[in-house]
């Protein structure tokens, strides 16, 4: 209690002190420009009428300072955003000055000239102004006498980007003495900033200069400060500092901010989604929401990594529902807090079930009649499916026939099936069990109304069960960085574009096609690993040791992704192509399916196993017919 009494003081004496100084200004502004006017010289109406008019021209300007809320700027945090405040309330005090001094009778003795209300208000909007630019040039300068009371302390920094991020970035650097740090100035490409002064900030020279840079003015860490920055800069910048052995942050992209601000406290490490891979295709959302906004939406698999991504990327399009299905119970729980803490306003009703129970996915059905699925549930860790392939072939195809055949039956609008760029010539059980449930999915899109498709990606970055997390965690845990072959390769993407991919087949789909994404070049996974141990500040091979396990079963060694004009073709948007694929008819797909049930029903992994790849998959795929090469999947449905 003592304490918050005294909080209040304080604030009483600094507010007092404020207002002290600005009248004070407000007194030698009136003072000056009387001076000024009568050309040094006492007024004809004597100083007792200077001191009259002047608490009349005071209590006017306070007036119109609080109806503007001048007062309650903070002066050591005075910006330019304050200063259309100020200018408002000199200006409105100065045109009330006016219309009384035109309202004075013509015989009443004190009646200042109207050009002292000019030359007044001027110098009280300047003067309150410099006021406060010295208050803060005075807080600024305190901050950097700390630091130079301990030169040792100080962290010399070189921001790459001298743009309005990077001016920013400096400003909160210097206001909340991040890091003890000391600017040694910035790197930018563009020609017409090189030589150029930012907050006595030098731009050295280009990104290129680096290494020459870092060298002569002994730098300690570099932060690229541009919010938005293609990958290509980013891996320049990693490379180069990795020449120089130099740490490097980096600030987030807008989407990563939560309030859109710019804040040095926000710098975060490089990570490999920074480096792997293209730039991130654009979508337009509006494309989306058309098709999803006031639409009930089923989303199986919805604790998954890809499932979860998918619900909160719907949940933000408006529908009137997202019906979120999933048979882990802990994942569904995470998944429903955090849409409902995030976005309170979402519709969000949660179900526990498998995919696999037909009765289960018929109540749910029943209940919520969704308009738009998108099936994402699926067993897709290849290893452990070679040693599980009962339950890959359960799950994947005879779980997804089960929901494909509930919404036709419910008249579901739309289904889309998350597939898997492994399901390409298939050697795996995951792959082969994903490519025959893409062939139910077209079998499924000659019945009724519900337009089928399906979208397959690569590796998602992050996602539950990739190489990304694992090699996290055993450079955590000091090594070794277990890489299957040297020359295995894999194709990356972010799991928020894997998710929008998913989302825009929805407004491309005219029925039975499957989706596929130009994710540009194939990564090394051993690059990869070394990457990531770099990015941890250590060497790879000295500090964490990189063993080469040997292939896993069921993985190859090169993923297939083929997307030339013979194999594909193109949409309206860049880089969605559909697969020119040949299509299951859906005797075929009948036989399948009853097959596959047969199979699940032999708990011999290993005969499974070779039933499904060797019997079953190779029989399909002697048996399909081959589809039309120049309207692939385009089936016209019976109405």
Request: aromatic share 8%.
């Amino acid at each position: 209690m003592n304490g918050e009494i005294i909080d209040r003081v304080f604030a009483l004496k600094e507010r007092f002190l404020c207002f002290s100084i600005d009248t004070a200004i407000m007194a030698l502004a009136y003072l000056f420009a009387i001076v000024l006017r009568f050309e040094f010289h006492a007024p004809h109406w004597g100083w007792n009428g200077v001191l009259i008019t002047f608490f009349v021209v005071a209590a006017v300007q306070w007036l119109f300072l609080f109806l503007f809320g001048c007062h309650k700027a903070i002066w050591k945090y005075i910006t330019v955003s304050d200063v259309p405040r100020f200018i408002s309330a000199v200006a409105c005090s100065a045109t009330t000055l006016l219309i009384l001094r035109f309202l004075m009778p013509g015989h009443f003795n004190v009646r200042p000239p109207y050009s002292i209300t000019f030359i007044n208000a001027i110098f009280v909007f300047g003067g309150l102004l410099l006021a406060r630019v010295f208050s803060r040039m005075l807080a600024q300068s305190g901050t950097h006498s700390v630091k130079s009371d301990r030169p040792e302390k100080l962290r010399n920094v070189l921001l790459i980007g001298a743009g309005d991020a990077g001016n920013t970035v400096l400003r909160e650097m210097r206001n909340q003495n991040q890091c003890n740090s000391h600017l040694i100035g910035f790197l930018d490409d563009d020609p017409a900033k090189q030589g150029a002064n930012i907050q006595g900030g030098t731009v050295l020279g280009k990104i290129k200069d680096l290494p020459a840079v870092s060298a002569r003015y002994n730098v300690d860490e570099v932060i690229v400060t541009m919010v938005c920055v293609p990958k290509e800069v980013i891996r320049r910048v990693v490379s180069l500092c990795k020449e120089s052995d130099l740490p490097v942050r980096i600030l987030p992209a807008f989407h990563e901010l939560i309030d859109g601000s710019v804040m040095a406290s926000r710098l975060r490490k490089v990570e490999i989604s920074d480096l792997l891979g293209r730039e991130e295709t654009k979508f337009d959302d509006r494309q989306i929401i058309k098709v999803i906004a006031n639409k009930c939406v089923l989303v199986t698999g919805a604790g998954g990594s890809i499932g979860s991504e998918i619900v909160r990327q719907t949940a933000r399009m408006g529908p009137s529902r997202v019906v979120l299905f999933e048979r882990f119970e802990n994942a569904l729980y995470q998944i429903d807090r955090e849409i409902r803490q995030k976005m309170p306003d979402a519709v969000i009703v949660t179900v526990v079930g498998d995919v696999c129970d037909r009765a289960r996915v018929e109540d749910v059905f029943r209940l919520y009649n969704p308009e738009v699925v998108i099936h994402a549930a699926a067993h897709k860790h290849v290893p452990m499916m070679e040693i599980n392939a009962g339950e890959a072939l359960k799950n994947n195809v005879i779980g997804t026939r089960v929901v494909g055949e509930t919404a036709v039956k419910y008249n579901a609008e739309r289904f889309i099936l998350v597939s898997t760029d492994k399901a390409v010539n298939p050697l795996s059980v995951m792959g082969v069990t994903k490519r025959l449930a893409e062939m139910v999915v077209q079998s499924l899109n000659r019945r009724g109304k519900t337009i089928f498709s399906a979208v397959r990606f690569g590796n998602v970055l992050g996602s539950s069960g990739s190489v990304v997390p694992l090699f996290q965690e055993q450079i955590a845990q000091g090594g070794p960085v277990t890489v299957t072959h040297p020359e295995m390769t894999r194709y990356f993407m972010t799991i928020e574009e894997a998710v929008h991919l998913v989302l825009l087949s929805i407004t491309q789909t005219e029925g039975g096609e499957i989706f596929i994404l130009d994710m540009g070049e194939p990564v090394r996974i051993v690059d990869l690993a070394e990457e990531m141990i770099r990015l941890s500040g250590l060497k790879p091979y000295d500090d964490i040791s990189i063993v080469f396990s040997g292939i896993r079963p069921g993985e190859k060694l090169y993923e297939d992704l083929d997307v030339s004009e013979a194999s594909v073709l193109k949409t309206e948007l860049a880089r969605i192509y559909i697969c020119k694929i040949d299509e299951a008819g859906p005797d075929l797909v009948d036989s399948m399916v009853t097959s596959c049930k047969e199979i699940c029903r032999n708990q011999d992994g290993d005969s499974v196993k070779r039933h499904l790849t060797i019997d079953l998959y190779a029989r399909l795929s002697n048996e399909i017919r081959v589809s039309d090469r120049e309207n692939p999947g385009r089936i016209i449905k019976n109405d």
